[in-house]
């Protein structure tokens, strides 16, 4: 079996580079939604994302439902939950979400970089997937990822640290918010091609696919454009021509 980037690298070549954030605001009909969306969108989809607050309704069989179902439809499967904690209590919550069927976890780098070493090293030899935030999509995240901070003698901006520390431990990509062009840009120059940028904020939150794929995203991860539309087979379509119009 092949590793996680080689995997969804794979799949972006024959569908498409687009991750489906199936981030609903409400727990009603959760597991029939989510099936549903698999079963229609799956064909335009190279991966499907659940943040934690659409996991934590669910119970074990049907996170297991789903992550089978989204493996039968030749999608790769993200759990966006930012861990960050101490190392045993990583490995742990890490051990849990592949036994659940996941393919890649989201991890918040802020535990530090030897905690995300361990994280990576341990997923790689699962043949799983470890990103790390770098720069979020939401406009507080200038706030927060922009923040100097000193390691010695030497000053940069946490976003900054964390490019450097995913690249070092040598990650299976990066969050930066495709409603930071320039900070894609940044990244997708400095990682020299060692890693992949996952880009959430397209559509809703105001981040447009064609400056987030020229500034150097790899992955475009949209949600509530697709799941409040009226017809999703039609808006992920669309999606997709704006991808493929060169």
């Known amino acids: 079996m092949n590793n996680f980037s080689e995997r ?3 799949l972006a070549r024959q569908k498409s580079p687009l991750i489906l954030a199936n981030d609903y605001d409400d727990n009603k009909n959760l597991e029939n939604r989510t099936l549903k969306n698999i079963d229609t969108l799956s064909d335009y989809l190279c991966a499907i994302k659940f943040n934690m607050h659409v996991l934590l309704p669910l119970g074990e069989k049907q996170i297991q439902k789903i992550t089978k179902k989204a493996h039968d439809n030749h999608l790769e499967v993200i759990a966006d939950i930012k861990l960050n904690d101490i190392g ?3 490995l742990t919550a890490l051990n849990t979400l592949w036994n659940l069927g996941f393919d890649c976890v989201i991890v918040n780098p802020i535990m530090g970089p030897d905690n995300l070493h361990n994280l990576i090293q341990f997923s790689h030899k699962n043949k799983k997937g470890i990103i790390s935030l770098c720069h979020m999509s939401s406009p507080e995240a200038k706030v927060t990822y ?9 000053e940069t901006s946490l976003y900054k640290l964390f490019l450097e520390w995913a690249k070092k431990m040598s990650a299976d990509g990066i969050i930066v918010g495709a409603t930071f062009p320039e900070i894609i840009k940044f990244c997708k120059k400095q990682s020299r091609g060692k890693l992949n940028i996952f880009s959430p904020g397209i559509g ?6 064609d400056s987030a794929l020229s500034a150097g995203s790899d992955y475009l991860i949209v949600g509530r454009t697709i799941l409040n539309s009226k017809y999703p087979i039609d808006t992920a379509r669309q999606i997709l021509k704006l991808i493929h119009k060169d």
């Open 88 to 90: 045993n209590t990583n």
């Open 146 to 154: 922009e923040l100097s901070v000193k390691l010695g003698s030497k």
């Open 8 to 10: 969804i690298k794979k």
């Open 204 to 209: 809703t939150q105001g981040g447009d696919i």
